[in-house]
T-cell receptor, first 112, second 114 residues
Framework: SQQGEEDPQALSIQEGENATMNCSYK?????LQWYRQNSGRGLVHLIL?????REKHSGRLRVTLDTSKKSSSLLITASRAADTASYFC????????????FGIGTKLQVIP | NAGVTQTPKFRVLKTGQSMTLLCAQD?????MYWYRQDPGMGLRLIHY???????AKGEVPDGYNVSRLKKQNFLLGLESAAPSQTSVYFC?????????????FGPGTRLTVT
């Protein structure tokens, strides 16, 4: 399977702490994205990083990409209870359509 | 804008029954997708469409059919439901125009096959 893998699969932290999630993939990619899924809801796009970028920031989110190691990390700083959700990486490969492959997700619990 | 909507939200089927899941988007997106989500498996692509009248198989297409007769709608059909098709189904759409690859998801349909 070409599915990406997130690590850890589950993470529990206290409010205010930082949360780091990692994603590994097996193929050459065009871009990598991170999505959030609240319980019982659809996925929401958080951030995209292209293969020629190494780091990207959006608010409290910081994403890094290491194409030589085929890995990415998502850092959420100063976590809040509202950040409790599952986080998925998804990567796109070059092609004629925007098909992405999703990882299995990291379940984050932020304890107030 | 409603974004991406899915009908129905929940459904229980008996083995062998058929049903159609409807996805509608009002963002004029060219691309539409159907995924299934199972515990520990993440999202897996069932079928996708790159434009009105076109469909293609994804990673797990067996037992499903799709149609895209109108740009805004993408239908997923189960002709003879099996317990292995118990899952949460998500529809998504995206646009090639911006090159952003961002997908917009519907709220999901929880299907149970007994």
């Amino acid at each position: 399977s070409q599915q990406g893998e997130e690590d850890p699969q589950a993470l529990s932290i206290q409010e205010g702490e930082n949360a780091t999630m990692n994603c590994s993939y097996k193929t050459s990619i065009n871009n990598l994205q991170w999505y959030r899924q609240n319980s019982g809801r659809g996925l929401v796009h958080l951030i995209l990083i292209r293969s020629n970028e190494r780091e990207k920031h959006s608010g409290r989110l910081r994403v890094t990409l290491d194409t030589s190691k085929k890995s990415s990390s998502l850092l959420i700083t100063a976590s809040r209870a509202a950040d409790t959700a599952s986080y998925f990486c998804a990567y796109g490969v070059s092609g004629g359509y925007q098909k992405v492959t999703f990882g299995i997700g990291t379940k984050l619990q932020v304890i107030p | 804008n409603a974004g991406v909507t899915q009908t129905p939200k929940f459904r229980v089927l008996k083995t062998g029954q058929s049903m159609t899941l409807l996805c509608a988007q009002d963002m004029n997106h060219e691309y539409m997708y159907w995924y299934r989500q199972d515990p520990g498996m993440g999202l897996r692509l069932i079928h996708y469409s790159v434009g009105e009248g076109t469909t293609a198989k994804g990673e797990v297409p067996d037992g499903y059919n799709v149609s895209r007769l109108k740009k805004q709608n993408f239908l997923l059909g189960l002709e003879s439901a099996a317990p292995s098709q118990t899952s949460v189904y998500f529809c998504a759409s995206s646009s090639p125009g911006t090159g952003a690859y961002e997908q917009y998801f519907g709220p999901g349909t929880r299907l149970t096959v007994t």
